[in-house]
C-alpha cells in the first residue's frame, strides 16, 4: 500500500515524511524535482507481543509505502499551479495525507500570504475534481463513439457508472464521499481518479497553538470529515526533532508535551480506517508475523496473501482470536482446551488480531 503527501508549498510535507520515515533529507535533496519513497514498518504492539512469547527467529512488521509527492510550483501570479505532473505523481497512491499549514513561521511565508485551512482544502479538492471530470469526459465520449461503432457489453456496463461520477463531480463533491458497489470500484479503478482516493487531512500545528488545536480539529472535521475523510492534527516542527532522538527519550519528551500518540501511530490508525484495514498474524519460533488485509476478506484470501499457493490449495484454517490467543499463553492447544480455538472452512471472515495458521494440502 502506497500513500502520498501532498499539500501546498511550506505546509510541512517533507517535515511529516522525515518524521514518520525517520529520515533525514539533506536540505539541498529537499528540491522538488523528484519524490521521496520510504518503507515504514507498521509498529504493532500486537507482534511484539507475540514475539515476546515465541522469541523468533525473525519478526516481519506489516509495511506501507509513504511518498513524499513533489511537482507543485508557485506560480509566477503567486498561487500554486497543479501542474500535469504533479497530479500525475499523486495518481499511483492507494490513499493521500493532505498536510494543511495552521503554523505561522515568518522565515516562510504561507504562498497564499495567510493561513486559512479551509481555503487550502478547497484548492485541492477543485483542482482534483475538476483532474477527475477532464478525464472522466473523455472516456465518456471515447465509449459513446465506440459503442456505435461495435456494441460492448462491458463498455456499455461502464457508461452509467462514469455518467453517475460525472453528475457527483459536477455537484463538486469529492467521489470518496460516495459509496460505490465493488464492481463499480473495479472498473473505477483503471482510471486513477484522485478525489477517489480516501484522504488523511493533517492539520499542521506549531507548538504554540496547543490551546486551540484541539477546537480547531474539531470545526474542520465537521465541516470535511465524511466516510472517506477523516481529519488528524500533529506538530510538525517539534514531533521531526522528537523523532530524531532515541526511542526512550523521545517518549518522555512526547508525554513532556502532552503528545499521546506520535504521528506515525495517528496516520496509520486512521489510514487502516479509511481504507477498510485490517491485520492478522501468523505465529512460530522462525517468525512472527503481521499481514494486512482489508476488512471482509475470507480465511482463503488470508491464505492468498501469504502464498498464492495456500489460496489454491486451501483446505482450513486454524484461528485463535488475539486476546483469547494471549490470554492462552500463545499456545493453541490451551486455546483449545478452554474452547477458543476453531477450525474454519475457507468461507470464515477474518478478524481483526485473529491468529491463523493455514492448513493446505
Ligand atoms: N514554526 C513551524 N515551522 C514549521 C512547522 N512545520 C514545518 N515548518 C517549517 O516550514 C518550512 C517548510 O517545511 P517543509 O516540511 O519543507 O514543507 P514542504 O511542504 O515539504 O515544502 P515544499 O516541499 O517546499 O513544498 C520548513 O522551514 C519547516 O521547518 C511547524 O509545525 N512549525
Ligand atoms: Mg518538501
Redesign the pocket.
Known sequence: MQIGIVGLPFSG??TLYQTITKTHLDPSA?S?VEAHHAIVKIPDERLEKCVSIFSPKSTVNATIEFV?V?GLKKGESGSTQFTTNFLANVKTNDALVQVVRLFSNDAVPHPDGSIDALRDIASFETEFILSDLSIIELRIDRIKKQVQKTPDEHLKKELPILQRCHQILLTEKPLREVSFTKDEHQILKTYQLLTIKPMLIALNFDESQRSTMEQTVRDIGAKKENQGTKVVSFFGKIEMEMSELPDEESKAFMSEYGINESALDTLIREAYTILGLQSFFTVGEDECRAWTIRKGMTAQDAAGVIHSDFFNKFIRAEVVGYDHFITHEGSFAKAKEAGHWRLEGKEYVVKDGDILSIRHS
Open positions: 510535507k517533507s529537499l522538488k513524499d513533489v
